[in-house]
């Protein structure tokens, strides 16, 4: 009997009419491109969940990448260059390059060799007051910029801010009060900021009291 039913298991196999032949599976087959592509050809596949393919139509053949791998591919490879570094310097050969090096390539462009002889140039020169300036305004700049938007957050927040009584009830600030305590921080903001930045763009050092 075993071997009966194996023998009629192998024929509906063979003329694929088993269960497991003719089980419908419910899912997703991506279309058929039956269009006929040029050599250079590129094209779109967009799959259901969004991500989206490139094809691209070689000799006798297709190439298929995500959409975006070649601006990545460009973007990492500029976001580890040094392009500011010496032509003699050795590391731009080696790619040896330590975290330290990472650090001044993120603000300066350059290796921290690359910088150290750069900066000597500029004492030599007697430009170096002036690089420093310019290193410490950039810097403010960028460092109020973000602190505006900060103020503009805290301001925000203030408005929805409650203080309790002693009976347990809760009140919030006045407009009123708002108002005069808003136009103090904004004081201060700027008083702070003209005080460190005023003096470098006059030209002026800072100095520690």
Not at 111 to 119: I, P, Q, S, V, W
Not at 151 to 167: F, H, P, R
Not at 172 to 193: A, H, M, R, V, Y
Request: proline residues 3%; hydrophobic residues 25%; charged residues 35%.
């Amino acid at each position: 009997m075993s071997k009966l039913r194996n023998i009629d298991t192998l024929n509906k196999m063979l003329a694929g009419e088993h269960r497991t032949q003719t089980k419908t599976v419910i899912g997703y087959t991506p279309p058929v491109d039956t269009k006929k592509h040029e050599v250079g050809d590129i094209w779109d596949e967009v799959l259901p969940d969004g991500t989206i393919y490139e094809w691209e139509q070689k000799n006798g053949y297709r190439v298929k990448r995500p959409k975006n791998l070649k601006v990545l591919s460009e973007t990492r490879s500029f976001l580890q260059e040094y392009p500011n570094c010496y032509d003699t310097c050795e590391k731009k050969i080696t790619r040896k390059y330590s975290r330290y090096d990472n650090n001044t390539r993120i603000i300066h462009g350059m290796c921290l060799d690359c910088l150290a002889k750069y900066e000597t140039e500029l004492k030599i020169k007697g430009e170096f007051e002036e690089y420093e300036r310019k290193k410490k305004l950039d810097s403010l700049t960028a460092l109020f910029k973000d602190a505006e938007v900060e103020k503009t957050i805290i301001k925000e927040s203030l408005k929805s801010v409650a203080y309790a009584n002693e009976d347990g009830s809760t009140e919030k600030w006045g407009s009123e009060n708002l108002s005069s305590l808003f136009e103090k921080i904004d004081t201060d903001f700027e008083n702070l900021k003209n005080s460190l930045i005023e003096p470098l763009l006059n030209g002026e050092e800072q100095t520690n009291k």
